[in-house]
């Protein structure tokens, strides 16, 4: 009640007076916070009265002192996290708000970033990136698309140095649903994407010595088949001869040996000797019908004879057949190795294996 009666005592008599008070409520004693506006009936007679008009606002003072407490957490919080966050004027592309923590992140102080704006802290290849997602989001909210994004971005801090960030963004309105600013909470990853950079490059390194040494087990492998081939022509070389001289040299002679008059102890010494030869080359014989697809022991001797160049005639002779007989061996081994009929030289077939 004095605040009143003073407010009456200094009252301009050509000027409404407004002030807040407190009031209470005489059916309850409730008080309340009312808004008083005070008008003058007629300035040139104050004793005519005033009109006094009270608004109780108790519920608005609330809700603004509640708001200016939150308002004075949400601060608190912001000054104080590790992250940086910032809210950025999509017209000047400025900070309106940028938390403490950015000094500590970019190196700038805050009087600084207050006269930068975003383009001056990103990389260039940044900036494009940033303006270019911008730009598809504000397009996307013309149809009510518009999405908060995650970005990664370089950027450019005072000492000349660069980092990674991790930038979320949304984006915030005025009362007319109208895109005015974006509020961004930026978070260093400069130390994930150089762990993720050893990691690539480590990753680079174990594939290029793994490459390396397949490459080296590959040359080794030609190496080794090159010497297990010149090998296996020798070995082949080498039973060839082998045969060759035994049909050259010690075949006709044991034949005509068999044709000759021999007593009955000559014959047992022939036998034996005939059986150990066919044991030597018997390793010899075991590959040739395998190749020749399970000759018979005669077709095999044919064909040996044939692979190394004799004519039918020798080997009647150095196997003791007629010649009616080899022509009919050598018919019936074309037949088993798929030739017959085909134009193709037996002798030179069986060369060629």
């Known amino acids: 009640y004095r605040r009143i009666g003073k407010l009456f005592d200094t009252m301009p008599p050509d000027k409404m007076v407004e002030t807040e008070a407190k009031f209470k409520r005489h059916n309850d004693n409730r008080e309340f916070i009312g808004h008083l506006k005070v008008n003058i009936l007629d300035p040139s007679d104050l004793e005519k009265g005033v009109i006094v008009n009270i608004i109780d606002i108790t519920e608005r003072m609330q809700a603004e002192k509640e708001l200016k407490k939150s308002e004075k957490q949400y601060r608190l919080l912001a000054d104080n996290v590790t992250d940086v966050i910032a809210v950025v004027d999509l017209d000047r592309f400025v900070f309106s708000y940028i938390s403490p923590s950015a ?39 013309k149809f009510g698309k518009a999405e908060a994004q995650r970005l990664e971005v370089e950027v450019l801090c005072k000492n000349g140095s660069s980092a990674w960030m991790e930038i979320s963004t949304r984006f915030l309105r005025d009362s007319k649903k109208k895109i005015t600013s974006v509020l961004c909470v930026i978070h260093d990853i400069s130390k994930r994407k150089e762990a993720e950079d050893q990691l690539h490059q480590a990753k680079n390194k174990l594939e290029e010595k793994v490459k390396q040494r397949t490459s080296e087990l590959e040359e080794r492998n030609i190496a080794l088949k090159v010497l297990l081939d010149q090998r296996d022509q020798d070995r082949r070389k080498l039973e060839d001869t082998i045969m060759s001289n035994i049909n050259a040299l010690i075949e006709p002679n044991l034949t005509r040996l068999k044709s000759s008059s021999l007593n009955s102890k000559q014959k047992v010494t022939v036998k034996v000797l005939e059986s150990n030869l066919n044991e030597i080359v018997s390793p010899f014989m075991n590959r040739l019908s395998l190749d020749y697809l399970k000759l018979t022991p005669t077709e095999i001797q044919v064909a040996n004879f044939l692979q190394h160049g004799a004519t039918s005639k020798k080997i009647a002779e150095s196997l003791g057949l007629s010649l009616r007989t080899i022509d009919t061996h050598r018919y019936n081994i074309r037949k088993k190795i798929g030739i017959r009929g085909k134009g193709i030289n037996l002798k030179t077939y069986l060369a060629s294996i």
């Open 103 to 141: 000094e500590s992140v970019f190196g700038y102080t805050m009087e600084e970033l207050a006269n930068l704006n975003v383009f001056d802290i990103l990389k260039p290849h940044s900036a494009d990136y940033l303006m270019a997602v911008l730009n598809q989001e504000v397009e996307k909210d």
